[in-house]
């Protein structure tokens, strides 16, 4: 029951802000992993961009204790931090770790993958993920060392040792563990772990709920879109560990996914039928959405992006 009372807790009443600068002090880990589900822990990251003071801990950094071995979700956005993961899973268990995944190309999925290589342990990630580490990871590592400072210390970049195109199932213990790209998304690469005897998705960037999702210029919203309303939805999980944000259901994540997207490319239609130029589409009523963390950050960029996109669909 322990784990019930804590995703009840974590889904009805937490509340991620920005205003709290570290939740576990003494350790690198913005916060301490939390028990989702029997077997399955969370690292819930701050909601706020990546600081010195949250050490880029700004994701979720999962991991699955299979009673054969420990399955990492996400690398780490340091080396330093990677290590603190580590820590805190010994303190669990003294089950191997087997594997570890990355959710995308992104710092804090993958810089932390220099402290897991060195334990020669086999790092997983898409193909286009793997790309993007081989082609800005350089540019990645210079933009956290100037947050983190001494706290990016050891870290070097390093791929994944393995890379897949559709999916990578993993049989260990009591778990079936699902890598699945399910299309495009948030970025290049963007992979879910499904556990589908569990009903629980690690779902990675391609779900948001406490914070704004980020577009990026190579984040086409129209196809985010249809790999949600094709290949998200038909998992029908039960339970959601988000990429930012405290774990959740179906119903939060489609609400500020699904429900953002869809809104913010009716506002910009609205204001492309109106003759809008780009200067005004920053400033399209979003206000619906002002309670999110990063909103001030995100808005305007988001909208846009959004514009520039739909202009020449």
């Not at 299979?66 to 340091?78: D, Q």
């Not at 990355?102 to 334990?119: K, V």
Request: aromatic content about 10%; charged content about 20%.
């Amino acid at each position: 029951m322990r784990w019930i009372i804590c995703l009840l807790s974590l889904t009805t009443f937490a509340h991620a802000s920005e205003d709290i600068a570290d939740k576990y002090p003494g350790s690198m880990l913005y916060d301490k992993p939390v028990e989702v589900i029997p077997g399955v822990f969370s690292a819930i990251g701050a909601t706020a961009p990546p600081t010195y003071e949250n050490a880029g801990h700004n994701n979720n950094l999962s991991f699955i204790v299979t009673g054969e071995g420990v399955v990492v979700i996400n690398g780490g956005a340091a080396y330093g931090l990677a290590k603190a993961l580590h820590d805190e899973i010994r303190a669990i268990t003294d089950q191997p770790i087997k594997l570890v995944f990355n959710e995308n190309g992104q710092g804090h999925a993958m810089l932390g993958n220099s402290y897991w290589a060195e334990l020669g342990v086999p790092i997983i990630a898409h193909e286009d993920a793997a790309h993007e580490v081989e082609e800005y990871g350089g540019t990645i590592l210079e933009g956290m060392k100037r947050y983190n400072r001494d706290q990016a210390e050891g870290t070097f970049v390093q791929g994944p040792t393995e890379t897949f195109a559709d999916e990578y199932i993993v049989e260990m213990g009591v778990f079936r563990i699902e890598a699945r790209h399910l299309g495009p998304a948030h970025s290049p690469g963007d992979i879910v772990i499904w556990l589908p005897e569990q009903s629980l998705v690690i779902s990675g960037d391609m779900a948001f709920h406490e914070r704004m999702l980020p577009i990026f210029a190579d984040t086409y919203t129209a196809d985010w879109l249809e790999t949600w309303n094709t290949e998200f939805e038909a998992l029908n999980a039960t339970y959601v560990i988000p990429g930012h944000g405290h774990p959740t259901n179906m119903a939060q994540v489609r609400r500020y996914t699904k429900g953002y997207l869809e809104y913010l490319r009716g506002k910009i239609g609205e204001h492309l039928e109106n003759g809008g130029d780009l200067a005004d589409a920053y400033y399209v009523d979003q206000s619906p959405y002002a309670h999110l963390d990063t909103f001030e950050e995100l808005a305007t960029k988001n909208a846009g992006r959004v514009y520039e996109q739909m202009e020449f669909e």
